[in-house]
């Protein structure tokens, strides 16, 4: 185990720099900000809520969302995503009974439901917000 700058290294015997080390630094800081997210959402000394979840952290680890700079949160639009936290939350009251959880079936039957919609977003663009919408407890 080697260390740098006081930080502890560590790979497995597989790793070579060029191939692992350039992939992983392109998906490390994605992986950073959910890291801090989690701790946030747990109350964990050093979080930092950066409207982070999974799915920002694999868009952005395949290169196809924008890393905002440092501890700057990601961009939220309520307005702009409001049809689909609505959606969700609706869509709690009409299916709840059927799906207690959020699982595959559900999500397949809300994915068709919201391509019919033709809002422009495909489901997987405003998933996260159609479950914080159906997650929503009063």
């Known amino acids: 185990m080697a260390t ?50 999974v799915d920002d952290t694999v868009k952005q680890a395949a290169g196809k969302q924008a890393i905002p700079p ?12 409001e049809p689909a936290l609505s959606y969700g939350f609706g869509a709690r009251t009409e299916y709840g009974q059927k799906f ?3 699982n595959d079936a559900l999500e397949t039957k809300l994915a068709d439901e919201w391509d ?5 977003m495909t489901f997987d663009e405003v998933k996260p917000y159609v479950r914080q919408g159906w997650e929503y407890r009063k």
């Not at 019919?116 to 422009?120: A, C, N, R, S, V």
């Open 4 to 53: 740098q700058s006081g930080k502890m290294q560590w790979h497995a015997d597989y790793w070579n720099d060029e191939k692992h080390g350039t992939a992983w630094n392109k998906v490390k800081e994605a992986f950073r900000r959910d890291f801090a997210q989690t701790k946030a959402d747990f109350n964990i000394k050093g979080g930092k809520a950066l409207n982070q979840d």
């Open 70 to 81: 440092g501890n700057q949160p990601n961009p939220q639009d309520f307005e702009k995503f």
């Open 100 to 102: 207690n959880d959020w």
């Open 116 to 120: 019919d919609t033709k809002t422009g």
